[in-house]
């Protein structure tokens, strides 16, 4: 891998990286449900069905979403793929593109390129904290994160890194994330091992309930250790585990480096009726601008919390429900708790990692999102990002 400056929105900072993977690999890419999906989404999705097993490259900038660029934008980055697959001697159906910044504005084409042509130049074996933090655009630091599996005599290890502080919710995906396992797993046991991984860590993140057009995660497994591993084996339990933790972890860099965060934020559901029910009132908690507001100004406003509950569209009865924060009692049965403490409830809120608990009385379900809040900092932030 190797990155270098496009000399566009960042100066001179690093902001295209190329990552390239040998044969023998298998890879599972996840991409954003949001109908708006950017050019070089719809090409990765493409090129995908093609390029496992082959030489593959993945091209990535930072700075220009190259979304919303229409036909333009569509022939933007088949130029990229094409000129970097001839660097590199492969077919331009094995660049994968993925890109993320400003939504609307026109690639500058011939910048990136020369960026990726002075990488392809400059490419070295794990070159791994130059890689997350050329993908960075409203982050303040890179998310990297690395594990080793041993197993009897063989080691095999897990790396991943991501980016995204703002515009996250998705469906399955942050912004940019990629995490490569070495070893040898067929195509369908790493779906299954990145379906798992997804709906444990970024499925249960949000920092505003927009989901960006360019949402995408790669999980790759190389076939560095050349023996296949096998569903069910020691091993494979040992690699999925790993690769779940790594991606939860990631999942909470994100949330704690969040656009103006200063405080991380569990919601938890329990005795829901449904998943559908818990994971639809943790959500609207979560996203609540009030709710988040509040937080930030150290309030233990319990009112905006069970007006969010209330307004759920798979709740419509709150006199069961009861609220903690950080096991301060809040609210019992739909009113304000007989044991609660204002002062309490104060000192609370005042700490960096808050847990809200809402037991919904309705069943046995329960289901957790993690989040921030909400400062002057993201307004500024988002209120500025063009300029």
């Not at 159906?93 to 890109?99: A, Q, R």
């Not at 790396?159 to 995906?173: C, E, L, N, V």
């Not at 950080?326 to 808050?354: Q, T």
């Not at 809040?373 to 063009?386: G, Q």
Request: hydrophobic share 35%.
């Amino acid at each position: 891998m190797a990155a270098a400056s496009s000399n566009t929105r960042y100066g001179e900072r690093d902001d295209s990286l190329l990552i390239v993977i040998e044969k023998g690999n298998s890879i599972s890419g996840k991409f954003t449900n949001n109908s708006f999906k950017s050019a070089p989404v719809i090409t990765a999705q493409s090129h995908l069905k093609e390029c496992s097993g082959k030489k593959v490259v993945l091209m990535i900038n930072a700075g220009n979403a190259n979304a919303g660029t229409g036909k333009i934008g569509a022939k933007d980055v088949l130029t990229c793929c094409k000129s970097v697959g001839q660097e590199l001697g492969i077919s331009y159906e094995s660049v994968l593109p993925f890109s993320t910044g400003v939504i609307g504005e026109p690639l500058k084409t011939k910048e990136y390129l020369n960026a990726f042509v002075k990488a392809s130049k400059q490419l070295k074996d794990n070159n791994w904290r130059k890689a997350a933090k050329s993908i960075l655009t409203t982050d303040t630091k890179p998310k990297l994160l690395s594990a080793l599996i041993r197993s009897g005599s063989k080691k095999i290890a897990i790396t991943g890194f991501a980016k995204g502080s703002g515009m996250i919710r998705p469906d399955f995906a942050t912004l940019l994330s990629f995490v490569f396992i070495d070893a040898k797993l067929n195509k369908t046991l790493l779906e299954s091992i990145h379906n798992e991984a997804l709906a444990m860590s970024f499925n249960r993140i949000t920092v505003d309930g927009d989901t960006s057009p360019n949402d995408s995660s790669i999980l790759v497994a190389s076939g560095k250790a050349k023996e296949n591993i096998k569903k069910g084996s020691p091993v494979e339990r040992k690699i999925r585990s790993s690769v779940i933790e790594i991606y939860k972890q990631l999942a909470e860099l994100l949330i704690k480096d969040a656009e103006g965060a200063t405080k991380k934020i569990t919601v938890k559901v329990m005795q829901a009726k449904t998943k559908k029910q818990a994971e639809s009132v943790a959500f609207t908690v979560a996203e609540s601008p009030l709710v988040k507001t509040a937080m930030f100004g150290n309030d233990a406003n319990w009112g905006r919390i069970l007006s969010a509950i209330g307004r759920s569209p798979e709740v419509n009865d709150v006199t069961k429900t009861s609220i903690y924060l950080n096991e301060v009692p809040l609210v019992k049965y739909g009113n304000l708790h007989p044991k609660h403490s204002e002062s309490k409830s104060s000192k609370a809120i005042k700490k960096k990692n808050l847990i809200i608990n809402i037991k919904l009385g309705l069943g046995k379900t329960s289901f957790s999102v993690l989040t921030s809040d909400f400062s002057e900092d993201y307004l500024l932030i988002n209120s500025d990002y063009r300029s």
